[in-house]
């Protein structure tokens, strides 16, 4: 019997063991998928827990639901990959053989990067909404929050889902004005890019709707520390922000496994090649998602795309082929605007998102770039597909790679 | 393409003055290209624009964390060195693209 290890049973993970379980022979192949957590979250729906729009129950399932027949589940902490005998060692000391590996084990905030973040302060007055007891905790905040200076904070990129924070505030701006309080609440958002966004038009676009909704950007804010006693962020060129509420974007990094199995850069991020999705290292390990060190979003979108290659580019692998498939760095990204209406974003390594119509040229129905309400239904439905069809790597009528047709120039 | 003349030699750069052809690049240019940013290069500074061009060459990231990573000099003295926005300004100096921070 052959062995594909998949490590990380989260979305790339998950799509993977579908995929992967249908195109190998039972007969030949053994799949495994080690998760530490049994708890599978839909992740993009953290965004609406704070505003009480979802529930705790809305974001999550059993992540067995979603792992097919035919695949070993193995829930346990993994300590390291021994790349050079081609095996994977438990915390409880098992060691697994694979022939192929898929490393799928995602990315994590940090706070404890940034001295001060996680001091007394920490989900009282600083809330992430990255994690669900982050999210649920400024849930509860919110509930009874008189108003004052609302701080959104980027610690550092790169983050998960570089859009979420621009969602964030603007779904601010309309929680406060629909309870009658905006008045009452200062929203900023303080960013170490230039704007808000790092591709030019996107960033134009996205900076002047923050405009409208009477949101500060503060630019070119590197973080360095918290003061908790005065309220304060406090930045590397020593500029401060005083805040009322700070909802922070941590540092993220990737998993601590990475390091020690000496696969990663200095934040844990797996080396991988940005086309391929093969491992810097081994010939056999291959990389999807928030767990490398690709240069496009850390988001599930990337990772949905980033499967169909990496499907084709292991099969390639295992038949002894050269590489068929080259991962272009496809995005696409629903972006809530408040108020019922929605953006979308589609872009990859090479051409930065534009305006237009998606994914039919001139009909859409999803405008590019520009606020309408389909968009907003189009994220709505997002959580239904991810769950039904995204996670069991079923056919999309979207294509791995980024097309221009449909795109103004 | 645009190009500029720097002491007296011609270097490839873009509209905002970065060079587009790293190989072009010497320790006496950086010294005049940070000259027009006001900056006076000292050993610390070429070991920060060396390490930033090797990181480049190998297609790695570029961020202020992994210069405050380095072993070299921390974020804050980073900031000592390049003044204002450290990682676009050593960048130009350093003779590599303006870093595009990954969305």
């Known amino acids: 019997m052959k062995r594909l290890l998949i490590l990380g049973a989260g979305t790339g993970g998950t799509i993977m063991a579908n995929k992967m379980r249908k195109i190998l022979d039972r007969?030949?192949?053994?799949?495994?998928?080690?998760?530490?957590?049994?708890?599978?979250y839909y992740q993009p729906g953290f965004l609406f827990i704070p505003f009480g729009m979802y529930t705790r129950q809305d974001v999550v399932k059993p992540k067995t639901s979603f792992i097919p027949l035919g695949v070993n589940?193995?829930?346990?902490?993994?300590?390291?990959?021994?790349?050079?005998?081609?095996?994977?060692?438990?915390?409880d000391g098992i060691s697994l053989k694979y022939d192929f590996l898929i490393v799928a084990t995602g990315t994590r905030v940090v706070p404890d990067e940034t001295p001060g973040l996680k001091g007394p302060l920490w989900h009282k007055s600083i809330f992430d909404f990255y994690t669900i007891e982050g999210a649920m905790a400024l849930a509860e905040f919110f509930k009874t929050w008189p108003g004052g200076e609302l701080v959104l904070n980027i610690a550092d990129v790169p983050i998960k889902c570089p859009v979420a924070p621009l969602e964030f505030v603007m779904f601010a701006d309309a929680f406060f004005v629909e309870r009658g309080v905006r008045s009452k609440v200062n929203i900023s958002y303080a960013t170490p890019m230039s704007g808000a966004f790092t591709k030019p038009r996107a960033s134009k676009v996205l900076g002047s709707l923050l405009e409208e909704k009477n949101i500060s950007i503060i630019p070119d804010f590197y973080l360095e520390k918290v003061d908790n006693e005065r309220k304060r962020l406090v930045s590397y060129d020593e500029r401060e922000i005083p805040f009322d509420c700070l909802v922070t974007i941590p540092v993220h990094k990737g998993d601590a496994m990475i390091g020690r199995s000496g696969l990663g850069d200095e934040m844990d991020f797996a080396k991988a090649h940005k086309h391929t999705l093969q491992s810097d290292f081994f010939p056999n390990i291959f990389v999807i998602g928030d767990a490398g060190n690709f240069p496009t979003s850390k988001a599930g979108s990337v990772v949905h795309f980033q499967a169909d290659v990496l499907t084709e580019n292991l099969m390639c692998a295992i038949e002894n082929r050269p590489f068929t498939e080259s991962f272009d760095g496809h995005s696409n990204c629903y972006i809530e605007t408040g108020f019922g209406k929605g953006a979308l974003i589609d872009f990859n390594y090479d051409t930065e998102p534009l305006p237009g119509s998606f994914p039919f040229p001139g009909i859409g129905p999803f405008g590019l770039l520009k606020e309408t309400r389909m968009n907003h239904y189009g994220k709505l439905l997002f959580r239904w597909i991810y769950w039904h069809i995204l996670l069991k790597g079923k056919e999309m009528p979207i294509d791995s790679k980024m097309t221009m047709a449909g795109k103004k120039m | 393409m645009a190009q500029k003349i720097i002491a007296g030699i011609t270097v490839d750069v873009n509209e905002e003055g970065y060079f587009t052809n790293p190989a072009q690049?010497?320790?006496?240019l950086a010294k005049e290209v940070a000259k027009e940013e006001g900056i006076q290069l000292t050993d610390t500074h070429y070991a920060v624009l060396e390490f930033l061009r090797e990181r480049f060459a190998k297609g790695e990231n570029l961020t202020i964390r992994s210069v405050g990573n380095s072993g070299i000099i921390d974020i804050k003295g980073f900031y000592g060195l390049f003044p204002g926005a450290p990682m676009k300004k050593a960048a130009k100096v350093a003779g590599i693209p303006k870093p595009a921070s990954c969305v």
């Open chain 1, 73 to 91: 589940v193995i829930f346990q902490e993994i300590d390291r990959i021994d790349g050079a005998s081609n095996h994977v060692i438990l915390k």
């Open chain 1, 27 to 40: 007969d030949e192949w053994e799949i495994t998928i080690v998760d530490q957590h049994k708890t599978h």
């Open chain 2, 25 to 28: 690049w010497t320790r006496e």
